[in-house]
């Protein structure tokens, strides 16, 4: 019986039937015919005359396959693929054209799926309605059976659409408005019946396409370009060759995903390459094709002969010697040559192949290349000109990698800007540290005041970022050291954190020079008393001989406490990292974090971010450590907690 359901699909298809219409015709239910097409149910004899019928097709052929009932000269053409217009002799149209049992060439193309003749048929007559409803399908099938100059040919063709005849009711007749405004050689139609697959549909997303939905079909629409677009997304599926696809920016994206299925094709391009000859694709295809399909030690190779390849260009001398435009002209090959070599640095990158990076940056002839990428060059501007050095990687970089480049090519970690956020939320403290020693951090150590100026001027040289880091750590960690006694007492124990800076600064007489500076600008001191050989004797004694004077270590150590950052405060502000916090799954990374800040500021941190933690254990620690202004709802939290806690 299962003959029968493969001869009632077929017929179906070649009379351009639904299941649901022979049911109908039938007088059948849509279950019973399903369990007669897919075998379950036998048809009686009075099921089978109705499908004969229905059909147009021998009872004979039904139950024993085609292959037991002699076929027609016209359907054994379509078979042969023979010349249509060879068979129409004086005949002028194709329709006219029929066996003993009325079917014509469009039936039998239809029930055998020779969508290719059904082409040939097109080329003899484009507007026939009978060819132009299965377009769309005839395309999709030349793509499958890989046609390609039929599939040109159609793709290219012209014609005026012509399926007003669909419209067969009132109602239908009222939206035939709505179709005429789409109804041009821009557009492309498909009509399928309510219960047919729609490719257009399949491919396309609901906004890109039109639909008008009549009595017994629905028609599809959408613009010859959006068509194209699902041609090219079958092609792919396909895996055809990348001429298939006309638009060139699109060709040559698809170029590195036809080599990396084509193994043969693939190792072609490499020998291309390797002979240096001309490439059927380009070079950036082959690279990508050998990164995706996993030829890392080709990948390798490639990039030394691509450097070994350079073009010996010396910028300076040509500056020297030749033309402005001679010069433009070869920084513009330079810069090219380059961007080819970064090419095989970003896909690494991109397909997060470190080892193979490492190599690549390792490579023996690594360095010759940046001999030729990061020459000087000079940019003639509209009002002056100037100067710039290329760089090597200034393209987005993950942090392992960033960490690699800086460990490997030192010289090289003022190009790499580090994203913090990233590295955060890796919670290794281990990274946290590499990536704050590796920031661009004069920025960030900034010791206010203009305290610079004044111990420069003393130790006769630039403070180093070093200096900075070293007298910014003394005075925070001097602060978080007090924090404690501030959160037990409620009171800042401003002459303790006096001596311990005092302490500290007889060991860094940097440090001393800085509190210095701090108590002229914050202390109310008259200004007129501070001559040049008053100065002298106060950087020899310190704030020591300022607070015999007049006492302002309450003054200045409170302010410092509420407005002198941390390196890492500076940092997390810049960057808007606050914010990040509570997002910190590990409780240990937290604490490590945290406590780079400066306490007492911490407090209007949580308020200006509105910081919420909702973790009891963030909140104590935070409570019991750091500060007492926490949100309400943290508050709430930590009270809610400490009444449990009693309760039980």
Not at 434 to 450: D, E, M, V
């Amino acid at each position: 019986m299962k003959m029968i359901g493969k001869q009632i699909k077929k017929h179906l298809h070649a009379n351009q039937m639904t299941q649901s219409e022979l049911a109908l015709k039938m007088n059948v239910s849509d279950s019973k015919l399903s369990k007669i097409i897919n075998g379950s149910t036998e048809p009686n004899l009075t099921d089978l005359r109705l499908l004969s019928e229905i059909l147009n097709v021998s009872t004979d052929e039904l139950i024993k396959g085609e292959d037991s009932v002699k076929r027609s000269s016209l359907e054994m053409a379509v078979m042969e693929r023979k010349d249509p217009s060879l068979l129409l002799l004086n005949r002028k149209k194709i329709l006219d054209l029929k066996d003993d049992s009325s079917r014509n060439l469009i039936h039998y193309a239809l029930k055998h799926n020779a969508y290719d003749y059904l082409y040939q048929l097109y080329k003899i007559d484009p507007t026939l309605i009978d060819l132009q409803v299965h377009y769309v399908k005839i395309i999709r099938e030349l793509i499958y059976s890989n046609q390609y100059e039929a599939y040109q040919a159609l793709i290219q063709m012209k014609f005026n659409w012509d399926i007003v005849s669909f419209f067969d009711n009132e109602k239908d007749l009222e939206k035939l408005n709505t179709f005429a405004t789409s109804n041009s050689r821009d557009y492309i139609h498909e009509v399928v019946k309510h219960d047919q697959e729609s490719v257009i549909k399949t491919f396309m997303s609901k906004q890109d396409y039109g639909v008008i939905t009549l009595n017994k079909h629905i028609i599809y629409s959408c613009r010859k370009t959006q068509f194209l677009s699902i041609c090219e997304v079958i092609i792919k599926d396909a895996n055809l060759h990348p001429k298939w696809i006309d638009n060139r920016e699109r060709r040559e994206s698809y170029f590195p995903l036809y080599l990396s299925k084509n193994k043969p094709e693939l190792m072609t391009e490499w020998k291309l390459f390797i002979e240096n000859k001309q490439l059927n694709f380009s070079r950036k295809a082959l690279k990508e094709a050998l990164i995706k399909t996993n030829q890392d030690d080709l990948f390798y190779e490639m990039m030394g002969i691509e450097i070994d390849r350079l073009e010996d260009i010396d910028l300076s001398q040509i500056l020297k010697t030749q033309s402005q435009s001679t010069y433009n002209s070869k920084c513009s090959t330079v810069k090219g040559n380059s961007n080819s070599i970064k090419d095989f640095l970003k896909l690494a990158v991109e397909h997060d192949k470190i080892e193979l990076f490492i190599r690549l940056i390792t490579h023996p002839m690594f360095d010759q290349f940046i001999r030729y990428a990061t020459q000087e060059q000079k940019v003639y501007g509209e009002y002056n000109d100037y100067f710039i050095t290329p760089k090597i990687f200034d393209f987005k970089c993950p942090f392992h990698i960033q960490k690699e480049i800086i460990n490997l090519l030192p010289s090289f970690k003022d190009e790499i800007s580090i994203d913090l956020k990233e590295v955060i939320s890796l919670e290794s403290k281990d990274d946290f540290e590499f990536a704050l020693s590796h920031l661009q951090s004069n920025k960030y150590f900034k010791l206010g005041y203009h305290a610079e100026g004044l111990i420069e001027s003393t130790i006769k040289r630039t403070l180093s970022t070093e200096d900075k880091k070293r007298i910014n750590d003394q005075v925070i960690s001097t602060f978080q050291e007090f924090n404690y006694t501030y959160l037990e007492t409620g009171k800042i124990d401003t002459d303790g954190i006096f001596r311990s800076l005092q302490n500290k600064a007889v060991k860094n007489p940097l440090l001393k020079l800085f509190l210095l500076k701090m108590w002229i600008e914050l202390g109310d001191y008259d200004h007129n008393t501070f001559t040049e050989s008053f100065m002298e004797q106060l950087k020899s004694s310190g704030v020591e001989m300022l607070e015999s004077i007049k006492s302002k270590c309450h003054k200045v150590i409170s302010h410092l406490l509420l407005n002198l950052p941390s390196y890492v405060d500076n940092v997390f502000r810049d960057q808007k990292l606050y914010i990040l916090l509570p997002q910190i799954n590990d409780l240990s990374y937290f604490k490590f974090i945290i406590e780079k800040f400066n306490p007492a500021m911490f407090g209007k941190v949580i308020e200006d971010n509105q910081l919420l933690f909702q973790d009891i254990d963030r909140v104590k620690y935070l409570y019991g450590k750091i500060t007492n202004e926490l949100l309400i709802k943290d508050m709430a939290l930590l009270n809610q907690s400490l009444l449990i806690y009693k309760t039980n």
